[in-house]
Structures are given as C-alpha cells and as structure tokens.
C-alpha cells in the first residue's frame, strides 16, 4: 500500500536560517503529493501540492519539487521566521485501499527560536 | 477552497456512551471524508463519506463503531459508538471540491475526550 515517511522532530532552527524537511513516498500509480500545515490551535491547512513529475510547488516561501526518480518531496524555505513554527505534514493522495482519502506523514513538529 | 464547519468543536464524554459529529460545508462537494489524529500522532483516514449509499471504510474500521451518513452534497455526521478512552481524538472532517481538483480541504476538528 501507500506509505509516507518523513523526517521526525522536533526540528529547531534559528530565525532566517535554511530549512529542509525531508519527506519521501512509496505508492502504486501516479498520485499527487501535498505538504499540508497545522498551526498552533488551528486546523489542518493546505500549503502546497504538486500533481506530476517535476512539479514545483510553492506558497508563503515555501518550495518542493516532485522528483519522481528518488520519491521525494522534500519541503524547502530559504529564511525561516518565528510565525513558521508548527507541525509540517507531508501527503499523497490514494489511500491503498482503493479510496480518494489522503495517506499522511507522522508530521514533523517545526520550531523557530528568534 | 472550501468553509467547513464542525459541531461540536470539543466535547468530553463518559465511557461507554456515543457522540455524533457534525460536518457542513458552505457549498456542494464530490467527496467527503473523516480522519482521525491522535495524540501527537498523525492523520489517519476512517471512511469516505458516499452520498445516498454506506461509507467506504479503511482497514481497521468499521461501521458499528464509527456509523456514517452524508444524506446530501454538503453534509455528513460521524458517530463514535460505545465510547472508550482510546477513543480520544481529534475527529476531522475533509473534502475534496471535485471538477478534477485533488486537493483536500480541512474542517476545524472535534476535540474529543473520553473518560
């Protein structure tokens, strides 16, 4: 079946610093992949998503390519702030079971020191 | 995108008895689905939601602990049945707009404690 992996926290950073969160996919198919975020309190919200192969998607700073050939989706930011702290889960689309659901990462628990 | 809303927003409950969740959105959706997110854990899919028909369930869930109804296009509830602690979650409910798009949009949660 489906199956996300991504890399555990918590992560800590410095404000302006260079993050990566590493996420990688095993799936049947083409599916879509998404990088979804849930801030502190608040709902699950959709950061950014890619369809196919070679993909870039991008939103508030935010970067990931689909890379097909590794099965990857890694979520990149230049220069982190103190407002991007929150729990980054990594998606793809297709449950294994044959449904439209969605198949989640552990989620990687993000916090930016100023 | 789409406005979701959920009722309750939290609630407690005794062992034992069941709690219905609510899920409306502000206009009409292909696609409906509940997740569960326990403590400090991830998103797990429970069902789709089918109109006019029984939910789709994912492996290790079932009917009569989670009954499902999605009578039209902008609503369903969730009932969790015969309650125990390892209940406790956040309940979520999801929907995807339809017209080819795949994106996944989120209702705020029900925060549901068992005692």
């Known amino acids: 079946g489906n199956s996300v992996t991504q890399m555990e926290g918590p992560v800590t950073l410095s404000e302006e610093a260079f993050l990566t969160i590493n996420c990688t996919y095993t799936?049947?198919?083409?599916?879509?992949l998404f990088w979804y975020v849930q801030y502190p309190g608040e709902g699950l919200q959709l950061l950014l998503k890619?369809?196919?192969?070679?993909d870039k998607g991008s939103n508030k700073g935010f970067e990931a390519t689909y890379r097909k050939e590794t099965t990857s989706f890694h979520l990149e930011k230049g220069s982190v702030q103190v407002s991007d702290s929150a729990v980054y889960f990594c998606?793809?689309?297709?449950?294994?079971?044959?449904?439209?659901?969605?198949?989640f990462g552990k989620g990687t628990h993000l916090i930016i020191q100023p | 995108s789409a406005v979701i809303s959920q009722k309750p927003s939290r609630d407690i409950c005794q062992r034992g008895t069941s709690l219905t969740i609510q899920c409306q959105v502000d206009?009409?959706?292909?696609?409906m689905f509940w997740y569960r997110q326990q403590p400090g854990q991830s998103l797990t899919l429970i069902a789709t939601?089918?109109?006019?028909?029984?939910?789709?369930?994912e492996s290790g869930f079932v009917i009569d602990k989670f009954p499902i109804s999605r009578p039209n296009l902008t609503f369903s509830t969730l009932t969790v049945s015969n309650m125990s602690p390892e209940d406790s979650s956040i309940y979520l409910c999801?929907?995807?707009?339809?017209?080819?798009?795949?994106?996944?949009?989120f209702g705020p949660g029900t925060r549901l404690l068992v005692l």
């Open positions: 999801s929907v995807r707009i339809g017209g080819g798009q795949e994106t996944q949009y």
């Open positions: 799936a049947t198919g083409y599916p879509s």
């Open positions: 890619a369809t196919k192969a070679d």
């Open positions: 998606a793809l689309s297709g449950s294994g079971g044959g449904a439209d659901g969605l198949t």
């Open positions: 206009s009409q959706v292909t696609m």
């Open positions: 939601a089918n109109q006019g028909s029984e939910a789709t369930y």
